[in-house]
């Protein structure tokens, strides 16, 4: 066991030394910390801190350890607390005291700031491919039934008949949020730490701004006591990725019910639907389970971030090392679920035929009716009163609204109070007018606003998301 230098007498306990040991965790990083020591070895270099041969044998020596660390051959050390130790301990076994030299002017809380960094800005990237991924999953299977019409329900309630591409491109327009939240958490987190040292400052004349920049950020924090100390990035990155997966369980809570046989809308292909132990009948949607309960695990790390930093005064505390696992977990769980179900809505059989007949129960045209009332000069809450009773005779008959006979139109007109209503009902047309107001086409077509579910304005956001994905 290492001691922490010449202040110490002792090596630490054992029992203490597990207790902070994060290498298990911050393993993750080890590809990053490579790159930002590579760029510090120039920095060196450039600054005179080193030779041109000592910052070759230096960043050799790092690329070799790259190598070892892809080919999964590094021999990781776990009396040596974390992967910053690590990676210096094994880069003085290979290049020898030279070593010793990289950490001039670094801390490791710089370190581990510019390490996070990195990762955060790949793994969003990684993040971004993988919703994509989905994206293009739900406009395929959109493209695949573009006439199919469903019950759009609120409370749960058959509400109003909608394009099943209309209801899939509602993940699309979330999916699409989710990936501008993470873009823009990736531009705050896109500025390079490293040169912050341990709270005040590099004790070199270092240039940030030549290794940012070799390092690919777009910037440079601007004062080191926040750089050293912030954790605001993280807590951001696992904020979108928190709401990104409260909507991948929406859709997963819709796989589930859909994929019942109590619905019917669907079936999930084989390949992404499981059996039971004990009854062969089952087919159960685990995958979409799974998606929503892990959704849960993700809001709690997400608030363990939180909880962590809130009572933080300035400058590294060891309670920040507690930031990585919360987050790798969250993303991993998030590019996983992203990519299960990118297949299992691929894999989706929709049974059109069912969700049209589902589209037509529960009388889901009557505000259409309404509208077609209003149309003719009722006023709105009179129309609605009288579409009223229109779905109590038909829900009194067992037909549907679009069923209704002429008379049952012209006696709800007629018992209105609204003086246009009333005069409606001696329209011999006015029964075929709210018959075809009443069926599904005609109440899709009546939503012929922006972002509305008229066929014709689905179509045209199908074909831009389509376009958009490189699809179709
Ligand atoms: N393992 C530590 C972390 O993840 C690295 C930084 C340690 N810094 C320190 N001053 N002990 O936060």
Redesign the pocket.
């Known amino acids: 066991m290492r001691t922490w230098g010449g202040r110490f007498e002792a090596g630490p306990d054992p029992a203490a030394a597990d207790f902070t040991r ?1 290498l298990e965790i ?1 393993i993750e990083l080890a590809l990053d910390d490579i790159a930002g020591s590579i760029a510090h070895a120039h920095g060196l270099g450039r600054a005179g801190l080193l030779s041109d041969a000592e910052v070759e044998t230096l960043t050799g020596g790092l690329e070799g350890l790259r190598g070892a660390v892809v080919d999964g051959t590094i021999d990781w050390d776990p009396t040596l ?4 130790m690590n990676l210096e301990a094994a880069l003085e076994a290979r290049v020898g005291p030279v070593a010793r030299k990289l950490h001039t002017g670094r ?3 710089d ?2 700031a510019t390490d996070l960094r990195l990762w955060a800005r790949r793994t969003i990237d990684a993040l971004d491919d993988a919703a994509v991924g989905l994206e293009r999953a739900l406009v395929d299977l959109a493209l695949r039934h573009p006439e199919a019409v469903m019950p759009g329900h609120t409370h749960v309630q058959p509400a109003q008949p909608v394009l099943v591409a209309h209801h899939l491109l509602a993940y699309v327009e979330m999916l699409e949020r989710d990936r501008a939240r993470l873009a823009d958490a990736r531009r705050r987190a896109n500025v390079s730490p490293l040169g912050a040292g ?1 709270i005040a400052g590099a004790g070199f004349p270092l240039d940030r701004e030549a290794t940012a920049a070799e390092l690919g950020f777009e910037g440079l924090t601007r004062n080191s006591i926040d750089a050293s100390g912030d954790r605001d990035f993280v807590v951001e990155t696992l904020a979108a990725v928190a709401i990104a997966m409260a909507h991948l369980s929406r859709l997963a809570e819709e796989l589930v019910w859909w994929s019942s046989p109590r619905f019917g809308f669907v079936r999930l292909a084989d390949a992404f639907s499981t059996g039971s132990s004990m009854l062969p009948n089952k087919r159960n949607p685990d995958v979409a389970e799974l998606v929503r309960g892990r959704a849960a695990g993700v809001i709690g790390r997400l608030t363990a971030a939180l909880a962590m930093v809130k009572g933080l005064p300035l400058g ?1 505390q ?1 309670d ?2 507690e ?2 696992a919360p987050l790798f977990e969250a993303a991993r769980t998030l590019r996983t679920s992203l990519e299960v179900l990118a297949g299992a809505v691929a894999s989706l059989t929709v049974h059109e035929a069912r969700m049209r007949a589902a589209a037509e129960e529960g009388h889901t045209t009557a505000v259409a009716v309404a509208d077609a009332l209003v149309e003719r000069g009722v006023a709105f809450r009179a129309a609605h009163h009288v579409a009223g009773r229109l779905v109590r005779a038909a829900e009194a008959a067992a037909v549907e609204l679009a069923s209704l006979d002429d008379g049952a139109f012209a006696a709800a007109l007629a018992e209105s109070d609204d003086p246009v209503a009333s005069e409606l009902a001696a329209d011999p047309a006015i029964g075929a007018t709210l018959r075809a107001a009443a069926t599904v086409e005609g109440a899709l077509a009546r939503c012929d606003v922006v972002g509305g579910t008229a066929p014709d304005r689905v179509h045209a956001e199908l074909a831009r998301a389509a376009r958009r994905l490189g699809l179709g």
């Open positions: 994060s911050d607390e974390d992967v910053h801390s490791r809380n370190q581990v341990a590294y060891r920040l090392q930031d990585k």
